[in-house]
């Protein structure tokens, strides 16, 4: 039973609009959380971070937002760019392992 | 350039046989990792290693094995034991095993039964 779920397979977004991707998530033990994003033939590379005991983190263009009492967290991307078009994987660790959700495939239309 | 080197690309194995999968990382990482992903799911883990000579079983290790005798490889076995070895494989690793030390993932290998 998947313990990180992503439930939307794809999302497609104008460029210069905000992307929101989500992530759900069922284990309250998991204290830290992580995107990380995948070009096709390339593994994913790292993106952003988030511990249990914020709530939101920046970084440049990319926001992480964590709702613990919901299980639920999100990445949004504001402007989006074409660039950004590639496979966004969120992670949750607990007890040295992460546990992948199965990504999202964001189009950033120009 | 540091970085982690998955070989070869693509994989195919006849029924019965085992295959080896190589893993080679520069960036002088402790851990290592090997994930298995399947259409529509997320990355499962397969075995991980937090040093040399040492590593444990993750959620999926039936039919796999692995060996970590030195720092920068990590190879993954898959055996005949393994009924549906068909899946691209991830190999990864981080400085430790701790909550932010992010892994850098290689490129990976898709595996294929003949």
């Known amino acids: 039973d998947q313990q990180v779920k992503q439930n939307s397979p794809s999302l497609s977004v104008q460029e210069g609009r905000i992307s929101i991707l989500n992530c759900d998530y069922t284990?309250?033990?998991?204290?830290?959380f992580l995107w990380y994003k995948k070009y096709p033939a390339e593994g994913p590379t790292f993106l952003i971070s988030?511990?249990?005991?914020?709530d939101k983190n920046e970084d440049g263009r990319f926001t992480v937002f964590l709702n613990k009492s919901a299980k639920h967290l999100s990445l949004h991307i504001v402007p989006s760019q074409p660039g950004d078009s590639a496979v966004y994987f969120c992670a949750a660790y607990n007890f040295n392992k992460f546990y992948f959700g199965s990504g999202t495939k964001l189009n950033v239309k120009p | 350039d540091g970085g982690i080197t998955q070989s070869p690309k693509y994989l195919f194995r006849k029924e019965g046989q085992n295959v080896t999968l190589s893993c080679e990382q520069n960036l002088n990482h402790d851990a290592m990792y090997w994930y298995r992903q399947d259409p529509g799911q997320g990355l499962r883990l397969i075995y991980y290693s937090q040093i040399v000579n040492d590593f444990q079983k993750g959620d999926i290790a039936e039919g796999y094995s692995v060996s970590r005798e030195k720092k920068e490889s990590f190879p993954l076995t898959v055996t005949s034991a393994q009924k549906n070895p068909t899946a691209f494989y991830l190999c990864?690793?981080?400085?430790?095993?701790?909550?932010?030390?992010?892994?850098?993932f290689g490129d990976g290998t898709r595996l294929s039964i003949l």
């Open positions: 990864a690793s981080s400085i430790g095993t701790g909550r932010n030390q992010p892994q850098h």
């Open positions: 988030i511990s249990s005991i914020k």
């Open positions: 284990n309250s033990m998991f204290d830290y």
